[in-house]
Every structure is written in structure tokens, then in C-alpha cells.
């Protein structure tokens, strides 16, 4: 009797072993199902919340010409008023097409400047070697005041509170930057919304995701030195002490450095 009564535990136990095990196996793909389901709804509810609307940016700036003789006094004797202006500004000036000038340079902000003060010339009519350098550096430092305040409208916009003048004036640069046809501010407020919307439903840290996402293309507007955009956004971002959970956001966001 003993023994049978032990052999029947022994099965007994076995078969609760093997319900169990079958149980847990049923629960886990149930788990991977949901999850992988919900992760979607979590996604989806994150890009809407981020959609925004895409404006196109183009890496030459045009200007139009109501009078084709203008561009007569913008080369100037010799073409020393055109060589003034582009060593001024750092752009190239194309003047082939009729009735426009083409402004080029990998530089946005230069080619604002250069923009802007163009602009003032042709009104001014005085397009001279010496008025050329006066126009431009007026207009360096009055672009240099937009970007230190667009700067602080796209932390605000963002959220992010306590950012360097530097990095702010950084940010401002996301004005006159577009990248794959969409303007690098639209583009990095659209991933703070979908990024920190993602934090809270997951339970991330918000204000990480935050900069992570504001900053992570930062170094498609540092222009005075060489290397990928994600190499020199990493390096500007150390040199300000941002967190190095920040820091990693921007060096892994293209896997060159795995997450």
C-alpha cells in the first residue's frame, strides 16, 4: 500500500510538474504578444501626439531681382565687389540664371548672413568693396542675437529648462538647418513629443528623453570642425557637461555606438 501510494505521489507530481511548466511556456508567449501589442499602441499614441507639420529647407538660398542690371554693380569693376562679397561672407555667389542670384554654402547661418546683407545692398544701391564688410559684419552680429533667441524659443517650446547660452545659441542654428527636406527645428520638436510621451508611458526618466531627444543632431550645426554629425554633437555636448545619459542618447541614436 505504501508503495503504491508513493508511486501514485511520484506521478501525481510529475504530471502537476509538467501542467505547470505548460502553463508558464502558455504565459509567456501571451506575455510576448501583449507586449509587442501594446508597445505598438504606445508607439502609434506617441506619434500623434508628435506629428507635426514638415517645412522644406533648401541649402541654397535665392534671391529674386525685379532689374537684371543689378547684378552688373554686385560684380563691380573687374569683379572686386562679388570677390569682396563672397570673401566676406564665406558664400558662393552664382549669378548665371536671369532674374536671380544663388547663394550657396554648407554653412546655413553663413548663408543667412550673406542673405540678409545682400538684400540691404541691392536696396542701398552702394555696393562697394568698403560698404560690403559694413553691411556684413552688421549683419553677423544681428544674426548671432536671432540665434541666441531662437535658441531660447525651442528650449522653451521643448521644456528644457537651465541650458547654456552656448548650447541655446547652437539651437538657434536648427533655423536655418533642414535635413532629409525637413527643418531641423520642426524636426527636433517633433521627437521631443514623441520621446517624452514614450518616457511617461514606459516610466523613463522624462527630463533625460528630453534632451536626448532636443540635442541629438546638435552636431549637424557645428561647422568649424570636421567629422560625423553624431562624433561632433557628442564631443560639444562633454565639453558643456551635459549628463552622460544625455551624451549617450546623441552617440547611439544611429547605432555607431550600440545602445
Same mark, same amino acid.
Given at each position: ?12 507530481? %510529475? ?46 538660398? %535665392? ?8 547684378? *552688373? ?7 572686386? +565687389? ?11 555667389? *552664382? ?8 547663394? &550657396?554654402?554648407?554653412? &546655413? ?7 540678409? &546683407? ?75 513629443? %514623441? ?52 551624451? +549617450? ?11
Amino acid at each position: 500500500f505504501e508503495e503504491a501510494k508513493r508511486q501514485l505521489l511520484s506521478e501525481a507530481r %510529475i504530471d502537476a510538474q509538467e501542467e505547470i511548466a505548460r502553463i508558464i511556456r502558455e504565459s509567456e508567449e501571451e506575455a510576448k504578444v501583449t507586449a509587442d501589442i501594446k508597445a505598438r499602441e504606445i508607439l502609434a499614441d506617441a506619434l500623434r501626439h508628435g506629428a507635426l507639420d514638415i517645412l522644406s529647407e533648401y541649402t541654397v538660398s %535665392i534671391i529674386k531681382l525685379t532689374d537684371e542690371d543689378v547684378k *552688373g554693380r554686385i560684380i563691380g569693376k573687374e569683379g572686386r +565687389n562679388i570677390r569682396a562679397f563672397e570673401t566676406a561672407t564665406g558664400v558662393d555667389v *552664382g549669378l548665371d540664371e536671369e532674374g536671380i542670384i544663388r547663394l &550657396s554654402s554648407f554653412d &546655413s547661418v553663413r548663408r543667412e548672413i550673406a542673405r540678409r &546683407s545682400l538684400e540691404l545692398l541691392i536696396k542701398d544701391t552702394r555696393i562697394q568693396p568698403i560698404r560690403i564688410e559694413e553691411v556684413v559684419e552688421q549683419q553677423k552680429k544681428e544674426v548671432t542675437g536671432i540665434l541666441m533667441e531662437e535658441g531660447r524659443k525651442i528650449a522653451a517650446e521643448a521644456g528644457a529648462l537651465n541650458i547654456h547660452p552656448d548650447l541655446l545659441s547652437m539651437l538657434g542654428r536648427f533655423k536655418f538647418r533642414s535635413s532629409f527636406g525637413q527643418n531641423l527645428v520642426v524636426h527636433s520638436l517633433e521627437l521631443v513629443k %514623441i520621446g517624452t510621451h514614450l518616457a511617461v508611458e514606459i516610466g523613463a526618466n522624462v527630463e533625460i528623453v528630453r534632451l536626448g531627444c532636443l540635442f541629438h543632431d546638435i552636431g549637424k550645426v557645428v561647422s568649424d570642425k570636421e567629422g560625423s554629425h553624431v562624433q561632433l554633437g557628442v564631443e560639444l555636448l562633454q565639453k558643456y557637461k551635459m549628463p552622460r545619459e544625455v551624451i +549617450n542618447a546623441v552617440a547611439e541614436h544611429h547605432e555607431d555606438k550600440p545602445f
